[in-house]
């Protein structure tokens, strides 16, 4: 709480170098999301796992959702799209690959196992979401009539997979999930958490607010691009909690929930948290469309095709895992040029 009260600070205050100003906003917002992963955690040990995961997926995601939004509305157009593509990206490469690396390196003969169902369910939702952004990327590039669409087009494929991750929300929630290892106890009180959450959620907002206030000098100062700032900065900052927790529970021995924790993130943002904000921006500034520039395309169908290859059996070794993180490496040295 003291770094956000220093954030506070330092964004309203004059004479604040506009990188301390961005740090400690950075640093606030990746302690808003642990706050708000820790308090719904405890809200959630009440209702059983499978609540428990929908709420920490959902609620964990509420610092970036923020950040978009008034990323569009501050006319970002750029970072906001590269947030929402970064946090992808990061979680399906950059986490994933750690979380492999941790979890193979304990075993004896250096595969890490797991239930290979929502790996798979996560690709599906990925490609579907990709599916989309393909279209309106070569309607663009063809300039046919579709491309003078985008928004309408954008709208109904919005509402379309936002029925698809609903639909496989329920069979998901419904069904058995293969992650048997036993939650510790609540830590905190019912009302408790609730507060906490309720003032970690309320605080998410305005330190996103501040976030992307100094995102646009710090860019400059530093002379960074946009994309990288969206692609990489953001996205780990606002996925700080789901990066840690996963990979010490992969060093843990526990590697369903491991896996859990980063492909619900991942199938969250591109099929929940994405078309959800493509709506949302219809209220903002600028509307947020599926149109992506082709290096981002390009990104995202590798990415989907990568992880499914590596995770759909069930399987994953410390080599596939070192994959994962070099190829989130090349994308961010590219996207430092963009």
Same mark, same amino acid.
């Given at each position: ?82 947030? +929402? ?6 979680? @399906?490469?950059?986490? &994933?690959?750690? #979380?492999? /690396? $941790? !979890?193979?390196?304990? *075993? ?110 710090? +860019? ?6 946009? @994309?990288?700032?969206? &692609?990489?900065? #953001?996205? /780990? $900052? !606002?996925?700080?909690? *789901? ?96």
């Amino acid at each position: 709480m003291a770094v956000t009260v220093l954030a506070g600070i330092a964004r309203y205050a004059h004479g604040v170098s506009a990188v301390i100003a961005f740090l400690l906003a950075t640093l606030a917002l990746a302690g808003m999301a642990w706050v708000v992963a820790v308090s719904t955690e405890q809200v959630g040990q009440r209702l059983g796992p499978a609540a428990t995961g929908l709420m920490q997926s959902t609620v964990g995601n509420l610092p970036e959702f923020f950040v978009v939004i008034f990323a569009l509305q501050a006319g970002e157009q750029v970072v906001a799209e590269t947030a +929402i593509l970064g946090s992808i990206l990061v979680n @399906a490469l950059l986490v &994933l690959g750690l #979380v492999i /690396i $941790a !979890g193979a390196r304990r *075993e004896r003969d250096g595969v890490m196992r797991f239930n290979p169902r929502l790996p798979n369910d996560t690709a599906t939702l990925l490609l579907v979401a990709s599916f989309i952004i393909v279209l309106i990327g070569l309607t663009h590039s063809s300039g046919d009539s579709a491309s003078h669409h985008a928004k309408t087009i954008s709208i109904i494929g919005a509402v379309a997979i936002l029925i698809v991750y609903a639909t496989w929300l329920r069979q998901y929630l419904s069904s058995p999930s293969g992650v048997n290892e036993e939650t510790a106890p609540p830590r905190l009180g019912l009302a408790t958490s609730i507060a906490l959450l309720a003032i970690a959620g309320t605080a998410s907002a305005f330190v996103s607010d501040w976030f992307v206030h100094a995102l646009q000098p710090t +860019i400059q100062t530093l002379g960074i691009s946009q @994309a990288f700032a969206g &692609l990489v900065i #953001v996205a /780990i $900052a !606002g996925n700080a909690v *789901e990066n840690v927790a996963g990979i010490v529970l992969a060093a843990k021995g526990k590697a369903d929930l491991a896996i859990s924790v980063v492909k619900n993130s991942v199938a969250q943002i591109a099929a929940f948290l994405y078309p959800l904000l493509v709506l949302v921006s219809l209220l903002t500034a600028t509307t947020l469309t599926f149109g992506l520039a082709p290096v981002y395309i390009g990104a995202l169908i590798g990415t989907s095709i990568i992880v499914w290859q590596i995770t759909g059996d069930g399987e994953a070794t410390v080599f596939e895992g070192v994959a994962l993180v070099a190829t989130f490496v090349i994308l961010a040295t590219v996207a430092a040029f963009e």
